[in-house]
């Protein structure tokens, strides 16, 4: 039996249309849509671009837009054809033009099988008919694109980049660009010659060289390819389909047809449909599924893939794999992760509260700096006015760098009029605090007023060890408009030499020359960049850097896994959470090549502020999570991009307390809350603290390193990434209660390591875990009733249980190998220390 079915979700028809195909071939076409063909069983031949494929079980192949392919079967088999939304989905990935290199028989991509998965769990949906689930499908349907968007998707500099003979084949391009986009009207080889600068004759001998075809033959190709996609595809009349696909009429589509396949278009459409079943939507028609013979094999495939997988976990769990490490050529590494501790508000920083938290930071964790801003805020009380003349009083930001000093922390100081919010979530906001603006002579008396008596208080060397860290208003940079963005392209074309930092460098250049007066060894820089500056932006911006006379001693952004939607003119129109699981490390890639390309090869680069989410308001916050998304993300980026310093934000739930934090927890992003109880992340930054300065070995979901002498530490995690649900909500709109339902999976992970290589000998075995039973704020709060009412003694109990399970035993290694196992919950983080005891080998 030759034929199809089409399912088409009522829910987002304009993005995703899947087709179960059975034993179906198809003439040369082609379409807007992005094609992806998917092989179920039996063997195809696909023809893309006059490229021939055999297609097999689980080959797939990708037809970008526009691209002429066809299909022959010759013998029974199943396969999936689905087709997305070209327009909508250029505006969901924000980009204009899409080409997507994914073919499974050409590129044995890494991602290969992750994609394979994701097909067969959208698939899984749409047979799941009398338990459709809008959330579900879109769920689905997302993580598909994501996918296809992060392994696949050729990014427009790699296009750019791909080109070869860039002149001539922009120019043919821009013709070829033309005739796709205008074929359906009467186009001529006059008019495109003029439309493009060009005489007849040139345009006819180069495109005749350029592609092979003259020009008359290569529009008519396309029309037949649009026209024989409609035919199949559609009930229009045939006059119809040849008048919109641009023959001047029915005979001329007639003759055009029966030259290139021997066939005449009725006839073909008769062919081709007369035995197709017919399509059934799957929201309104599941009582005839079961009878059709290729939806009962698709059925039946994914009932026995699914069985599989869940034979497959099983016996994973039953029968670990080991993982051998040996313990050879080690590498040391710098601990970048606990160098700088974000406190926010300089104000806050004399409550004694915060001191307190302060004081336990330090001594439990130990970070080298402390960043903060607002230092000249109004309410540091720093002016006297009422002379008619300024007299400056630093009492109050002397005490704060006296505890500071005292507490073994060097400042790291935000330079400018930055202020005090609150976020509740991307675009709202529940508090501002700002602080007045000062004349470009008044910042400059101030800033030297206080870099003066800060040297006589605290001594040169002192002071040339802090870091000054310039802020710049977020709105400077973003391009918000049309506009701006023509005035950007302008700029990178030379064609406005006055740039649209300069208000930006003229008060950094004025700020670095009179610090460097007072104090040259200070390390100043800037200026906070969020990711926002991606792409070309951030060029320009590092560009024009370079360009200026005084240029920074470091180049500090902020990351939160925040991604840019756009419209059609490439305008921002809204901020999106990244699905990214690896957002952190392939953003300092970008920003490190941006810098190498700008000629700040060697530039020393911090991440000042780094967190999954710019909300205080969000209880991902206080739970398990967050402590398996800080590992991963510090062990992945370890020894990458020459980062110097990396910030978490931040470090008290103090920051944060407003009028609606009442209770203990109101999901502020604090590694303390408020009252000071030590949350899953805190003890994340307790267990890294233990690592050795060596590394020794590192993994997907581990780190080994060692101490001198015979100290090792394994350090493992169970990181899950959070499933398409997640992003459909607004941020912090998931209860208390609902806080672990939002993840791709709940699996334990099976660990065995096999440690090879170590000392003969009796080892102290120490092992911590910190998990939703051990060491979580929240999941304790959860067991105490999340009431709204707790008492002084009842926060001594929380700060007493909210620790980590700690074990120790001995293990006699007697042939230079131990090995670690255990169950990994989901969001754990779980530490070993193996020490050697003294006179023991």
């Known amino acids: 039996m030759v034929g199809s079915h089409t399912f088409q979700s009522s829910i987002d028809s304009k993005l995703v249309t899947i087709s179960v195909m059975h034993k179906k071939s198809n003439l040369e076409h082609a379409h807007r849509e992005i094609e992806l063909i998917y092989m179920i069983k039996g063997n195809l031949q696909v023809k893309v671009n006059n490229k021939i494929f055999q297609m097999k079980s689980s080959d797939f192949v990708l037809v970008n837009s526009n691209e002429f392919h066809s299909f022959q079967s010759d013998e029974e088999n199943l396969f999936i054809v689905f087709h997305l939304n070209y327009f909508e989905l250029s505006s969901l990935l924000a980009q204009k033009n899409l080409l997507f290199i994914c073919n499974s028989i050409e590129h044995d991509h890494s991602a290969n099988q992750d994609l394979r998965k994701v097909m067969e769990d959208l698939l899984t949906v749409y047979m799941k008919v009398n338990h459709f689930s809008q959330v579900e499908f879109l769920e689905k349907t997302y993580k598909f694109i994501s996918t296809l968007k992060m392994n696949y ?101 007639n003759r055009v047809f029966n030259e ?23 929201s309104n028609d599941s009582c005839n599924l079961e009878n059709d013979e290729a939806l009962t094999e698709l059925r039946d495939y994914l009932k026995s893939t699914e069985e599989k997988s869940i034979q ?33 508000y300089a104000k806050d920083l004399l409550n004694s509260d915060m001191q307190e938290q302060i004081t336990l930071l330090q001594s ?59 976020q509740k979530a991307i675009g709202e906001t529940l508090v501002v605090q700002t602080i007045s603006e000062r004349t470009l002579s008044e910042w400059q008396n101030l800033v030297k007023a206080f870099l003066l008596q800060s040297i006589e208080r605290y001594g040169i ?67 906070g960049l969020s990711m926002d500056l991606e792409g070309d932006k951030l060029d320009l911006l590092l560009e024009q850097w370079k360009k200026e006379e005084i240029q920074p001693d470091f180049l500090s952004i902020y990351l939160y896994p925040i991604e840019i939607d756009r419209d059609k ?104 809350t408020k009252n000071g109880i030590k949350k899953p992340s805190y003890h994340a930054f307790v267990l890294l603290k233990q690592l050795g300065e060596i590394l020794v070995a590192r993994g997907d979901n581990y780190i080994v390193t060692k101490k001198s002498g015979h100290r090792y530490q394994v350090l493992c995690f169970n990181y899950k990434h959070f499933n398409y649900s997640y992003y459909l909500h607004p941020e912090g709109s998931t209860g208390i209660h609902e806080q672990y339902e939002i993840f791709e999976n709940n699996e334990p992970m099976n660990l065995s390591l096999d440690i090879q290589g170590i000392a003969n000998g009796k080892y102290r075995v120490k092992e911590l875990k910190l998990n939703r039973e051990h060491g979580s704020i929240l999941d304790e709060w959860l067991k105490f009733g999340v009431v709204d009412d707790i008492k002084p ?32 919950q989901p969001h754990e983080v779980r530490l070993f220390e193996l020490n050697l005891l003294f006179g023991e080998r």
């Open 153 to 253: 998707l050729q990014n427009q500099n790699q296009m750019l980049l791909n080109t070869t003979n860039k002149g001539q084949n922009e120019r043919l391009t821009d013709i070829i660009d033309y005739i796709q986009s205008n074929y359906r009207e009467p186009l001529s080889l006059e008019e495109v010659a003029s439309i493009h600068y060009l005489s007849i004759p040139y345009l006819s001998k180069f495109f005749k060289k350029q592609t092979g075809k003259t020009f008359s033959q290569y529009l008519n190709e396309i029309r037949l390819a649009h026209a024989v996609n409609e035919l199949v595809n559609s009930d229009k009349p045939i006059t119809r389909i040849a008048l919109d696909n641009g023959f001047p009429n029915l005979a001329s589509f």
């Open 569 to 672: 003119y490439r305008v921002p129109i809204k901020n999106l959470h990244s699905t990214n699981p690896h957002y952190v490390l392939n953003k300092l890639n970008d920003v490190r090549k941006s810098l190498k390309k700008a000629g700040f090869e060697n530039l020393e680069l911090n991440v000042t502020e780094w967190n999954i989410s710019i909300s205080n308001r969000n209880f991902l916050n206080d739970s398990s999570f967050k402590a398996a998304y800080m590992v991963k993300n510090i062990v992945e980026n370890l020894n990458q991009n020459q980062l110097k310093m990396m910030g978490y934000w931040l470090c008290s739930d103090i920051f944060s307390d407003f009028r609606d934090s009442k209770n203990i927890l109101h999901g502020g992003a604090g590694l303390l």
């Open 364 to 422: 439990e964790i130990g970070f080298t700096y402390a960043r903060f801003w607002g230092l000249f805020g109004d309410d540091m009380l720093l002016e006297d006015r009422s002379g008619g003349s300024i007299i400056y009083n630093f009492s109050n930001a002397n005490k704060l760098l006296d505890f500071l000093i005292k507490n073994k922390l060097k400042p790291f100081i935000e330079m400018g009029p930055k202020p005090k919010i609150i």
């Open 793 to 824: 003694d009842e926060v001594d109990y929380f700060k007493q249980i909210c620790v980590p399970h700690m074990k120790v035993e001995h293990s006699l290694v007697e042939n230079h190998s131990i090995v670690l196992k255990g169950d990994l």
């Open 461 to 527: 060397e002192e002071v040339e060890s802090w870091y000054f860290e310039m802020w710049r208003p977020m709105d400077e940079f973003n391009s918000e408009t049309q506009k701006e963005n023509e005035f950007l392209a302008k700029i990178k074309n030379n064609q406005i030499q006055e740039p649209k930092y300069s208000e930006f460098f003229k008060i950094f250049s004025e700020f670095k020359r009179t610090a460097q007066e007072l104090v040259p060894g200070a390390r100043i820089g800037g200026c």
């Open 260 to 282: 290139s396949y021997q066939i005449k278009p009725v006839e073909y459409r008769k062919k081709m449909t007369g035995s197709t079943v017919e399509e059934k939507d799957i």
């Open 312 to 344: 497959s976990i099983s016996e994973s769990r039953g029968n670990t794999e080991t993982e051998i490490i040996k313990v050879g050529k080690t590498d040391a590494f710098v601990k970048y992760w606990n160098r700088l501790l974000n406190i926010g």
